[in-house]
Structures are given as structure tokens and as C-alpha cells.
């Protein structure tokens, strides 16, 4: 009597449990379920908000990762971007040496947007993989106040950083 009574308990719930199983499945493998994926990101200091960026494979080099990020200058004065950014990944380590474009340094005016192509080698990234990348970006202020009277152009030390957090869906 005790074994009919479990197997009837197995067979009624058990459908329930594979029910349920087959339900998630779908929920997952349609992205319903999007609150799996990181959500995608672009983050760096009130005063140079970030409000457009992608993250790509180049299609003619295969290993290259591209970022672009798209930075507004919110100082209310001329910033001078330095001619070393660096890249590095989530888990703390450097990203060897990037390629920038457009050659820097680069005086970048206040209020005005700068787009920022950063191309580096990463075998391992494919399409549809989460791209997570902070960016250090070096600049110097370039306030009348604080420049004295010397062309900003001219500027060749950077003592200011920047750093960004970049959380993008690469795409192929």
C-alpha cells in the first residue's frame, strides 16, 4: 500500500517538476529571461558622461576588439586628452598596448563631444559575448585660470585621470 502511494505521489509531481523544467528552459533560450545577461554600460564621471558606445570584433583582423566610446566634456573648460589610455579587464589586468584613434593628445573643447576608438588583441572574444573593460583616460585642465597663459596644445604632462567602465554585448 506504501509503494502505491509513492509512486503515485512520483508520477503526479513529477510531471509538475518536468512542467516547470521545460518552462524555464524556453524562458532562457528565448532571452526572455534577459536578466541573466550584465546589463550594458558606459560609466565614467558626471563631468565626462559617456553617452554612446559599442564594442566590435574587426572583421579583417579577427583577434582585434574594438571599443568606441563617445565622451562629452562637462568641465566647463578645454581638456587636453593624453596620448596614453589604458585599458584594462574586469578582473584587474592590463590589456597591452591599445591603438587610439584619433591621435592623441587632443584638446577636446568644453561641452563639446569626443569620440574614442580604442582597438586592442583579444583572441578570446567572439560575438555575443559581455565585453567588460575599464578605461583610463589621462588629461590635463586647461582652464585660462590654471594655464597661465600657455597655449594648451603645448601642454605635455597629464596629471589628471579618468577612469570608465565600459559593459557591452559584442557584436560581430
Known sequence: ???????????????????????????VSTSAMGAFRPQETCVFTPDFPCYSYVSYIQSAAPHNAVVTVNLTNGFGYDINIGPDITLTRADGQPIGTPTVEPILPKIVSANSRQGIRIVYEDANLRAGDTNEVLITINYANCAPQVLNGIDCAVITSYPHKITGKVVAIVVG
Do not use: D, H
Not at 509513492?6 to 528552459?25: D, G, N, Q, R
Open 1 to 27: 500500500m506504501r509503494a502505491q502511494a509513492s509512486m503515485e505521489y512520483l508520477m503526479t509531481y513529477s510531471w509538475a517538476f518536468i512542467a516547470l523544467f521545460v518552462v524555464i528552459a524556453l524562458l
